[in-house]
C-alpha cells in the first residue's frame, strides 16, 4: 500500500508554498511519510477528522499528498493518504516577499522537528522491545545549549555545526562495495529555541 516517497522536493510553485505556510497543513503533511487516513491524523494532533479532511484535500489539490488506497474500518471505507516526500525545501525562486519565504522556512523546520521527534520516538520503543529480549542495544545521544544573540549567528551556528558533523559523518561512512559488514545508525541534528514551560516564552 505504501507507494514511493520522495527523500525530498523542492517547491517551486508558489501555491504549495502557501499551503505549508498554514501550520496545521504543514503538520499533517509531515505526519504522512507513511499512508495514513484522516482519522488517523485527527487523533494523533486532536483535531476533528472533518477539519483535517478538510486540509488534506486542500494539501492533495497542491500536489502535496496523494492518495494511495483505502481501508475497511467496521462499515466505513477510510481513505488513505500519503505525502509525495518526506521532506520539503523552499526554492528562492518563489517570487515571494522575503519574509514571507522566511516564515515558510520556518514552518517547514518546525514540521520537520516534529517529523523526526515522532519518528525517534518509534523507533526508541522498538529497541527498548529488543533489549527486553536481552540484545545488547548501543547508543548514543547528547543534549547541550548554546546562547545565539540573532539570526545572523543562528545561520553561523547552524553552517558551522553542520560542516563538523558532515567531517565525522564522512569519516565513518562505509564505501558501499565495501565487504566487511556494517551496523547502520541513525544520526539526527536538531536545533531549536527553549520554550520557558512556566512563562510560554523563550528562556
Do not use: C, W
Not at 488534506?56 to 483505502?70: F, Q
Not at 558551522?160 to 558501499?176: G, I, N, S
Not at 559488514?181 to 529555541?193: H, I, M, N, R, T
Amino acid at each position: 500500500m505504501t507507494e514511493d516517497i520522495l527523500e525530498s522536493l523542492r517547491i517551486e510553485a508558489p501555491e504549495q508554498a502557501m499551503a505549508l505556510l498554514n501550520p496545521l497543513r504543514a503538520d499533517i503533511a509531515a505526519r504522512l511519510a507513511s499512508p495514513a487516513s484522516a482519522a488517523e491524523v485527527a487523533r494523533a494532533i486532536g483535531e476533528a477528522p472533518q477539519r483535517i479532511n478538510y486540509h488534506l484535500k486542500a494539501l492533495e489539490k497542491a500536489g502535496l499528498v496523494r492518495r494511495v488506497g483505502t481501508r475497511q474500518v467496521r462499515n466505513l471505507v477510510e481513505v488513505l493518504y500519503q505525502a509525495v516526500a518526506k521532506t520539503f525545501i523552499l526554492s528562492d525562486q518563489l517570487g515571494m516577499k522575503p519574509e514571507t519565504v522566511r516564515r515558510l522556512k520556518d514552518q517547514g523546520s518546525l514540521s520537520h522537528l516534529v517529523q523526526t521527534a515522532e519518528r525517534i520516538k518509534q523507533d526508541a520503543l522498538l529497541l527498548m522491545e529488543h533489549s527486553d529480549e536481552g540484545q545488547d542495544i548501543p547508543s548514543a545521544s547528547l543534549q547541550f545549549q548554546v546562547s545565539l544573540r540573532d539570526a545572523e549567528e543562528r545561520q553561523a551556528f547552524v553552517e558551522e555545526y553542520a560542516a563538523l558533523v558532515r567531517q565525522l559523518t564522512a569519516k565513518y561512512r562505509k564505501p558501499a562495495n565495501e565487504a566487511e559488514p556494517a551496523d547502520p545508525y541513525q544520526v539526527v541534528l536538531a536545533v531549536y529555541p527553549q520554550i520557558d514551560q512556566t512563562s510560554g516564552g523563550n528562556a
